[in-house]
């Protein structure tokens, strides 16, 4: 199957500091990607949904500025937390949406720890 | 708005048993996507299978295999031959067929296989 590239897998950050994380469609160009967040014993919940050239659109409680996402070229996508706090830290999960629009393909996901 | 039930929060089955996950779905649409995502404990989605509703034959993947009755709107998992490797969270997904769709999840069904 398509493969998602998704880094780093971990990452340690400071409070106040700001972290980016990156999935790449290694195999497809992805027009759409999603980002994810998971809590524990959850299913995923959507944070934005990204499209290549435009601005992410965010779903209701997520803040935009605090959870920028970059979809600059159609085979990348970046989150970047901003001034990090500990109740950030989590598992967040991308996806890459394949250009026929059928099928939908996750990244590794990535384990985030605000110290 | 589409819904995705799963009904089973846990199951469990003997290794070489045959396993089925339920999986209920609400929609207006006529055409769309369903699939099952695979979450073992590395937290990787793994798409598992995937069917499209206008397409009548059940999808089949090796050992796993849907029973897909859309007047019903029911999706079923049948996981043939269990394997150890099969433990994991599994996740029933809809996709509305117009790009950019995101994917609406079930909670998913935690399953265990048991030696």
């Known amino acids: 199957g398509a493969v998602v590239s998704q880094h780093p897998s971990w990452v340690i950050c400071k409070s106040g500091t700001s972290v980016k994380i990156e999935c790449r469609s290694l195999?497809?160009?992805?027009?759409?990607m999603f980002w994810y967040r998971q809590f524990p014993k959850q299913s995923l919940m959507l944070m934005a949904t990204?499209?290549?050239?435009?601005?992410?659109?965010?779903e209701q409680g997520v803040e935009k500025d605090k959870f920028l996402i970059n979809h600059a070229s159609l085979t990348l996508s970046t989150l970047t937390v901003t001034s990090a706090h500990p109740e950030d830290s989590s598992f967040y999960i991308c996806?890459?949406?394949?250009?026929?629009?059928?099928?939908?393909?996750f990244g590794e996901g990535s384990w985030l720890t605000v110290v | 708005a589409q819904t995705v039930t799963q009904s089973q929060p846990e199951m469990s089955v003997q290794e070489a048993e045959t396993v089925t996950l339920s999986c209920t779905y609400d929609?207006?649409?006529?055409?769309?996507?369903l699939f099952w995502y695979k979450q073992p404990p590395s937290r990787q989605m793994i798409l598992v299978i995937r069917?499209?509703?206008?397409?009548?034959q059940n999808a089949t993947e090796n050992r796993f295999s849907v029973n897909f009755q859309k007047a019903a709107k029911s999706f079923s998992l049948k996981i043939s031959d269990s394997q150890l490797g099969d433990t994991a969270m599994y996740f029933c997904a809809f996709k509305g067929q117009g790009g950019s769709e995101k994917l609406v999840f079930g909670k998913g069904t935690k399953l265990t296989v048991n030696p």
């Open positions: 195999d497809f160009q992805a027009t759409t």
């Open positions: 069917q499209e509703a206008y397409k009548q």
């Open positions: 990204s499209n290549e050239g435009s601005k992410a659109t965010y």
């Open positions: 996806s890459a949406e394949t250009d026929l629009g059928n099928t939908i393909y």
């Open positions: 929609t207006s649409e006529n055409n769309y996507y």
